[in-house]
């Protein structure tokens, strides 16, 4: 075998949360392209979800923890460990939304946004961490927004709980800065996910538009490029933290957003 076809992540094991679809599933299809086996965790086609992984040459498997149940969380890493003896690579993007003004924000949806989309990395994190630590190596890639960076009208739970993303993985880049051990944000920008798609379809609703128009419209306001990110150009950079060209990438918060925070 010649050094170009060994496989970066060979022989290492990622979890990657919210995983059965959309960005989730990008960035576990690009890290077993790499060689990690999977540990996937969401719902909807899990099972397609797992042959997919599975296609690229590797092991994966499924864990359906709730993410906003910690003991589910702690469960799922120790399921990680008993199938494959450890966790290498930890990355959180467990994610929801919902979207209204602050004073009609209904509170169980503001407790659970913060549950999955924030909380839920910290629980992650505080199990794999001193694992990835005894090991001497690992990554955590925490799956933040271009909402961790700015705001926008009517998302304020998503936006706090991803603003408190990017906080909480510079606190546990600098708590691992002397270890093998790197913490970093993707902070994507507009991906065509069914969250997204949604929202294209109030824009259309809302203002009579088509389909078409209605994407042109929110891609429009936010994202220069008008292009949507892809979820296999945000696994590439999942991988990219992965490698060892990434050893002293750490706290950083890198945005994949066709130049939104440009601006």
């Not at 960005?23 to 042959?51: E, M, P, R, T, Y």
């Not at 969380?73 to 959180?92: S, W």
């Not at 078409?212 to 936010?222: H, M, N, Q």
Request: glycine fraction near 10%.
């Amino acid at each position: 075998m010649t050094s170009s076809t060994v496989k970066p992540l060979a022989g290492k094991t990622a979890i990657v949360t919210g995983s059965t679809s959309g960005i989730g599933l990008g960035i576990a299809s690009a890290l077993a392209a790499a060689g990690a086996n999977l540990v996937l965790n969401g719902f909807g086609d899990v099972s397609g979800a797992v042959a997919q992984i599975e296609a690229l040459g590797v092991a994966a498997v499924h864990h359906g923890a709730d993410m906003s149940k910690p003991a589910e969380i702690e469960a799922m890493v120790a399921f990680a460990i008993d199938r494959f003896g450890a966790v290498d690579v930890l990355v959180n993007n467990a994610g929801i939304q919902h979207v209204a003004s602050i004073d009609e924000f209904p509170v169980e949806k503001w407790d659970a946004i913060i549950a999955i989309n924030l909380s839920s990395a910290f629980h992650a994190m505080r199990v794999a961490l001193p694992l990835m630590r005894e090991r001497g190596w690992g990554r955590v890639i925490n799956i933040a927004s271009v909402h961790g960076l700015v705001g926008s009208a009517g998302k304020s739970a998503y936006v706090a709980a991803k603003h408190g993303i990017i906080g909480l993985t510079k606190v546990a880049a600098l708590e691992n800065a002397r270890t093998g051990v790197t913490v970093n944000a993707i902070c994507p920008g507009f991906v065509l996910t069914p969250l997204v798609q949604k929202q294209i379809d109030d824009v259309a609703h809302r203002d009579s538009i088509s389909s078409d128009a209605a994407r042109s419209k929110l891609l429009g306001e936010k994202q220069p490029s008008e292009q949507f990110v892809t979820p296999e150009q945000i696994g590439k950079l999942a991988v990219f933290l992965c490698s060892d060209g990434a050893d002293e990438i750490r706290g950083a918060s890198m945005q994949i957003d066709g130049g939104w925070t440009a601006q």
